[in-house]
């Protein structure tokens, strides 16, 4: 098929298409950025997209005028069920879509309500390949695909899975790369590291923490800003205190647009074992960081020596050493963060995203016929 008719062929998809996504409050706000990357594909070919929220999730303030939101529930008691339903099936007709599209498994059960209701197929997007008995009779019931953001979710969807490993389909996560490489391109300004995620353990944490300690002692001299919330935020405090790091530690909530925090920065660290493709791999990968990541990360995007470099994130010594070598070798980790950049640019755009999207929907409306 040539290019200009395949063109033509995502023009016929898209003017057919009117997804409804429905999501949570704390998917949206996780993935919030390729959410945005979504809504502004689906804009730049004319597909008019609805979204299915709670009120007060807090997207409103990184959308734009035009994007609409239906509020659900927008009485949030259990007796208002049926007047919560009635005034979302209201909407949900006036936008009148052609398909559902579930952005995390917490709003699977209404976008199966929904898709039957209208008689229209529904899709998911999944954030984590363990789904319990009870979701994956769900998904078997009421949901033409499944949607994976890399590969390696994928194979872990179908292994862990093999009752739905037959809808299970890869949709690359889109995002815009900047043109610019922010790794070390600011001569005099002092290295700094990201970490993003959820302060659940103390144990996961401390091999970084006694890392950066080690470093500092040796006299290596940069900021890492720890960015998140969660139980162990009072011992990552207390530890950062008593080792004489304040002053280069800096905890903080999860700042958005992440990407404003990103292309500050030059290394991005993720200790943790991420059960997918984390958006703030994504959003560092975007800005140009040099990203250093637990092995078990590697993935279609993240290569050891080329797209990043791996340690053990169990061993402290492992990670002293990758950032060791990343604050010794300048020149070592921005070829990292612009290779990144270059295998975003060739695989992971947003407009690749919306077409791999459109032909799932086109194919699963046409098996609902």
């Not at 006036?94 to 599209?101: A, D, L, T």
Request: contains cysteine; aromatic residues 8%.
């Amino acid at each position: 098929m040539t290019t200009d008719e395949t063109s033509t062929e995502n023009i016929n998809i898209a003017a057919a298409i009117r997804p409804l996504i429905v999501s949570d409050a704390e998917t949206v706000m996780r993935f919030c950025s390729p959410l945005r990357h979504l809504l502004f594909g689906f804009e730049a070919q004319v597909i008019q997209s609805c979204l299915v929220l709670p009120p007060n999730s807090g997207i409103e303030t990184f959308l734009w005028p035009g994007i609409e939101v239906i509020d659900y529930p927008a009485l949030r008691f259990p007796l208002f069920i049926r007047q919560n339903r009635r005034r979302l099936f209201a909407h949900v007709e006036k936008f009148n879509p052609s398909i559902v599209h579930c952005l995390g498994t917490s709003r699977a059960i209404i976008s199966k309500v929904i898709s039957k209701t209208f008689d229209i197929p529904a899709v998911l997007t999944v954030n984590s390949p363990y789904q319990n008995f009870l979701m994956r009779r769900i998904i078997r019931s009421g949901f033409s695909a499944v949607i994976a953001s890399s590969d390696k979710f994928v194979e872990s969807l179908r292994k862990f899975n093999p009752d739905i490993a037959g809808i299970v389909r890869q949709v690359s996560t889109g995002t815009f790369v900047d043109e610019t490489c922010a790794c070390f391109s600011r001569p005099g300004q002092l290295p700094s590291m990201v970490m993003v995620s959820d302060f659940l353990e103390f144990d996961t944490l401390e091999p970084l923490l006694n890392a950066v300690r080690h470093l500092a002692v040796d006299g290596y001299e940069f900021v890492i800003v720890l960015m998140g919330r969660g139980p162990a935020e009072d011992k990552i405090r207390h530890f950062v205190k008593s080792t004489g790091l304040s002053q280069t530690v800096s905890i903080s909530p999860e700042i958005r647009p992440l990407r404003v925090v990103m292309r500050g920065a030059d290394i991005l660290v993720q200790p943790h074992v991420a059960e997918r493709l984390d958006p703030a791999i994504v959003e560092a990968a975007s800005a140009g960081l040099a990203i250093a990541t637990d092995y078990n990360n590697a993935n279609n995007i993240l290569q050891n020596n080329q797209t990043a470099i791996f340690f053990d994130g169990r061993d402290e010594l492992s990670i002293y050493s990758v950032l060791q070598k990343l604050l010794d070798d300048r020149q070592f980790a921005a070829k990292l963060a612009s290779s990144v950049q270059e295998y975003l640019r060739s695989s992971n755009s947003v407009s690749t995203m919306i077409d791999d999207l459109l032909r799932i929907y086109a194919q699963v409306s046409s098996e609902k016929q």
